[in-house]
């Protein structure tokens, strides 16, 4: 037998590195407040990872109804069998939960696109040997279950972030829909999807590899996915405990394929298409992002003069950034709100102003008379003084 | 749960006072609700499963679904923009591509008579409101709503005050709104808040959550604290239950106290919805048992169940224990205040429109202060008179009116409060007269009022117009011009609003077409462009075709070579512009989808 030459150990010493080195996996949820991000979070990495609001910090928090979109990160190191995947976890409190949720998606899309910036920056650095990467792999879009179909704000947001990162929808909370229900609003979705042009992340297709183009085929049918989050065990039979929600008509098992497409999501995420999710973020998000950022300073005015939309656009980014249509309305309001305090106070000043005139009218009114009195009495006074005489 | 009160059998209308009962039996009882809450929170689920009948039509299924036909009464776009592709207007029909478009909100009525065991008749007003939390903002949501209850306040108030009314004038106001908090497990949201605070002053509001089948026991009995506390802490006015128990007697409505604490304690409702019917065997007796139901591949949720859904409850107070109350709260309470607020506001203006040669301030001032006490209702009227009874206390009056208006505004200090002073030295002596006048014609208030009032006429003609005469006149004045003069508002209102709608539309259109013109221009743009390169392409084919003729050697072989270049150059361009073209688009489209 000849001894191979030890090319085909590649694949084993890229293995080795990699295991030592670890992985990075950024995951971003979106989606309204109360779909169960959290717990989803904490039911897919079976660990807590993210506390849940506590109702008293909420209320500390909450002195107004009003909120706003906060941006929140939580880093973790997660260890499965001596393999260590640093993981972020992007979180998007306060979405769609006000009156007027103009604009309420420029924090989202802005955090995104100032990921890319920064890598893109720090890429063109002389030394780059630490980058800090922190661009998004994934977002989970989660769904509020009406059973209708998307909302206006979901479709714009999913437009939106559909151009910068892999897209997944997710339908929270599916429990509250039976089957039927389900399917008609997931046809529902997918034809919003379709029609509105929007990009959702697809598992790629391997044609060589029947198993895993079956498997792949199996996650796009199943999308949006519908999932259940849990953070309890509940015992179903002796010793062997399940994840799932107890309600006293039954029990939902959030690894049960007939309950829930957790699983089918779990695999996407995790088990067979991370490295796909993160090369395709390099190399279509960035790339994308880096062409039309490069594309724009380098060759300003060839572009101007076929697509004005995508320079104007790139370069209103940056300032806007500052100005946030959001603070903008607050200022307006701000400033309304003063210009009546002080046309109020002018208003009371004015007021004033006749009082005093009007006091002093009277009060020279008073004294003339008094004089006039005066006068009359000087005058009487030197009658009868005359008359004495 | 608690089950202290033990909620039987909800009989629908069986519960309300006998001494509506037979008017009611032969009229039907009518009664208003109104559904608000997000899209997909079940408000059309509700209905129907209240009723048992389909009486809504769930969306995107069609109008031809629901038994009953429901009409709009009033329709909002989120722009002010009446387009022909606004969704709601075609709510029923599922289309894709118009799904991210605002859909505005839309009121719909729909009337159902239902007839319950005691063969009661019971008329029923359902509103919904369709497309409500659906848009980007929703300050147009409510402001619609509230502008619908105020119309029907203003209605059933302009027929109220004509002097010929109309037998058969029907009374649209709304009772009782139930509404729908999503339920996502932290509390109440902004939307919830503002909501309710803005039309608590129009209607009952019951908030409900709804789905509450997304909940575990324990999650459910967290939500509802959150619910309440969030209540309590933003003020949000909702109906009580227990605010009617000081008025019951302890010992013979001891099961009524019961009831009410008990459902003031449950509230807000949680409930389930489910048109579909299952059929139930009962493990012990063995009997099938029809139930609404919701089946899931987990198990089998009875809405009824009053363990986890207060469906039932819900429906008792609706249709039965509390029907009355809330009728009558509406009119005594809710109506009266705006009623009471309305007329001040359009008597106070139809005040200074009746000529009256004011020439002194503090006279119309004098007359406002009365007006406002005075007309808007005849009990405040008597109260006022019997009041008078003592001349000695009108004086009192005017002198207390003239110094609040004396702080009020210092202008008119000292120069002005002398009259008063004066007229009160004047009356000094006809008052002693006034006082034997109205002690023996206290009996009959009115009459003491004329009396005493009209020793004042004779004494100050300042307040001529205090007497019960003109009085009489400006009732008749205000009867006659208030329901016009709402009217007439209502109808500004109206033309304000269409007429902001035109331009918005008019805006919108032009704003579209521009957007479909630059498309057109870049697309010529982009043709010609391809034109060019084909030509090109042609050209540079010619030209290989004639090097490769002439066999010409080095010189044309880098013609070619450039051609080539120059031709991969711009395909490569072409590539990348059409992607920007394609990104351009999608920015297009979202930018024609906002305003």
Not at chain 1, 43 to 66: A, G, I, S, Y
Not at chain 2, 355 to 375: A, G, K, M, P, R
Not at chain 2, 403 to 428: E, F, R, V, Y
Request: glycine fraction near 4%; include cysteine; proline fraction near 4%.
């Amino acid at each position: 037998m000849v001894e191979l030459v030890g090319i085909s150990n590649l694949p084993n010493q890229r293995y080795k590195i990699i295991s030592n080195e670890g992985a990075t996996f950024t995951l971003m949820v979106c989606g309204e407040s109360g779909l169960g991000k959290t717990t989803f979070i904490n039911t897919l990495f079976q660990t807590n990872l993210k506390p849940h609001l506590d109702p008293n910090e909420r209320h500390n928090k909450f002195t107004t109804p009003h909120q706003t979109v906060d941006i929140d990160i939580i880093r973790a190191v997660l260890e499965e069998k001596n393999f260590k995947i640093r993981l972020n976890v992007i979180d998007t409190p306060g979405f769609g939960s006000n009156v007027n949720n103009h604009d309420s998606w420029t924090p989202i899309v802005d955090f995104i696109d100032d990921q890319h910036e920064n890598y893109m920056k720090q890429e063109q650095q002389p030394s780059r040997e630490a980058k800090k990467d922190l661009r998004v792999h994934a977002c989970l879009y989660f769904i509020r279950p009406t059973g209708h179909s998307l909302k206006p704000l979901d479709i714009e947001i999913m437009k939106r972030l559909s151009t910068r990162v892999n897209l997944i929808p997710v339908i929270a909370k599916s429990d509250t829909m039976s089957p039927v229900e389900l399917d008609n609003f997931k046809s529902r979705i997918r034809d919003i999807i379709e029609a509105q042009d929007i990009n959702i992340y697809t598992p790629p297709l391997d044609l060589d590899d029947p198993a895993s183009a079956e498997h792949s085929k199996q996650l796009i049918e199943a999308m949006p996915f519908a999932v259940i989050g849990s953070e309890q065990e509940y015992e179903v039979s002796k010793g062997n405990f399940v994840k799932g929600r107890k309600y006293p008509w039954g029990f939902v098992e959030v690894e049960n394929e007939n309950h829930c497409d957790f699983k089918k999501l779990r695999s996407l995420l995790l088990r067979t298409n991370m490295l796909d999710l993160v090369l395709s973020t390099n190399e279509l998000h960035f790339e994308t992002f880096r062409s039309i950022k490069l594309g724009n300073d380098e060759n300003n005015d060839e572009i101007v003069n076929e697509n004005g939309e995508v320079i104007k656009k790139s370069s209103i980014k940056k300032p806007r950034r500052f100005h946030n249509p959001k603070f903008k309305e607050e200022e307006d309001a701000l400033k309304k709100y003063f210009t009546e305090q002080v046309k109020a106070e002018e208003q009371r000043f004015r007021q004033w102003e006749t009082n005093i005139v009007n006091e002093r009218y009277r009060l020279n009114s008073d004294l003339e008379e008094m004089q006039a009195k005066l006068k009359a009495l000087e005058e009487s006074v030197k009658k009868l003084q005359l008359g004495k005489r | 749960m608690d089950d202290s009160y033990n909620f039987e059998s909800p009989s629908m209308v069986a519960s309300s006072p006998m001494i509506n009962y037979r008017k009611d039996a032969r009229k039907g009882v009518k009664f208003s609700f109104m559904v608000v809450g997000e899209s997909g929170t079940g408000k059309t689920t509700f209905v129907n499963s209240l009723l048992s009948q389909k009486v809504l039509a769930h969306r995107f299924e069609g109008d031809h679904a629901s038994v009953v036909d429901s009409k709009t009464i009033s329709f909002t776009s989120a722009k002010n923009v009446a387009l022909p592709n606004t969704s709601i207007l075609q709510r029923n029909d599922f289309n894709p591509s118009t799904a991210n478009e605002e859909p505005g909100i839309a009121l719909t009525e729909t009337k159902v008579e239902i007839v319950d065991e005691a063969n009661t008749k019971l008329q029923l007003t359902i509103v919904d409101t369709p497309g409500y939390g659906d848009n980007f903002n929703n300050e147009v949501c409510f402001a619609e709503i509230e502008n619908y209850l105020k119309q029907q306040f203003d209605l059933m108030l302009a027929e109220e005050t004509k002097i010929r009314r109309n037998p058969r004038f029907v009374d649209t106001r709304i009772h009782v709104m139930l509404y729908f908090i999503t339920p996502n497990g932290h509390g109440l949201k902004e939307l919830d808040i503002s909501c309710m605070k803005r039309l608590s002053k129009y209607v009952n509001i019951i908030p409900v959550i709804s789905k509450a089948d997304s909940f575990t026991e324990d999650e459910l009995k967290f939500f509802k604290k959150q619910v309440k506390v969030d209540i309590e802490r933003f003020n949000v006015p909702i109906f009580q239950f227990d605010n009617l128990i000081d008025e019951y007697d302890e010992e013979e409505d001891y099961e009524l106290i019961q009831e009410c604490k008990y459902l003031a304690k449950i509230q807000p409702f949680a409930i389930i919805g489910s048109e579909d019917e299952f059929e139930v065997k009962d493990t012990k007796t063995g009997q099938t048992q029809t139930i609404k139901a919701r089946q899931y591949p987990w198990g089998l949720v009875d809405i009824s169940n009053p363990k986890y859904s207060d469906f039932s409850i819900l429906k008792s107070v609706l249709l039965g224990s509390h029907l009355q109350d809330l009728k009558d709260l509406t009119h005594d309470f809710l109506y009266e205040s705006y009623r009471t607020e309305r007329l001040t506001r359009v008597t106070g203006r139809g005040g200074q429109d009746v000529d009256y040669d004011d020439t002194e301030f503090h006279d119309s001032t004098d007359h406002q202060v009365n007006l406002n006490t005075t007309i808007p209702s005849m009990s405040n009227l008597a109260q006022l008179s019997s009041a008078g009874a003592s001349n000695g206390h009108i004086l009192d009056l005017h002198s207390t009116t003239g110094s609040t208006i004396n702080d009020d505004s210092s202008s008119i200090t000292s120069s002005s409060s002398k009259k008063p002073k004066s007229m009160l030295l004047d009356d000094a002596d006809p008052s002693v007269k006034s006082k034997d006048n109205a002690s023996f014609t206290s009996s009959a208030s009115t009459i003491s009022l004329d009396q005493s009032r009209n020793n004042l006429n004779t004494t100050n003609p300042a307040f001529k117009r205090l007497s019960i005469a003109p009085q009489r006149n400006q009732l008749r004045q205000i009867s006659e011009t208030v329901p016009y003069v709402i009217r007439h508002e209502r109808i500004l209102e109206r033309q304000q609003k269409l007429e902001e709608m035109e331009m918005a539309s008019a805006k919108e259109l032009a704003s579209r077409a521009a957007l479909l013109e630059k498309k057109a221009a870049e697309l010529k743009a982009r043709e010609r462009a391809m034109k060019k390169i084909a030509l090109e392409r042609e050209q540079a084919h010619e030209a290989s075709v004639v090097a490769q003729s002439t066999t010409n050697g080095v010189a044309d072989e880098t013609v070619e070579g450039d051609e080539t270049i120059t031709q991969n150059g711009q395909n490569g361009n072409i590539s990348h512009s059409s992607i920007r073209k394609e990104e351009t688009l999608t920015d297009l489209h979202s930018m024609v989808s906002k305003p």
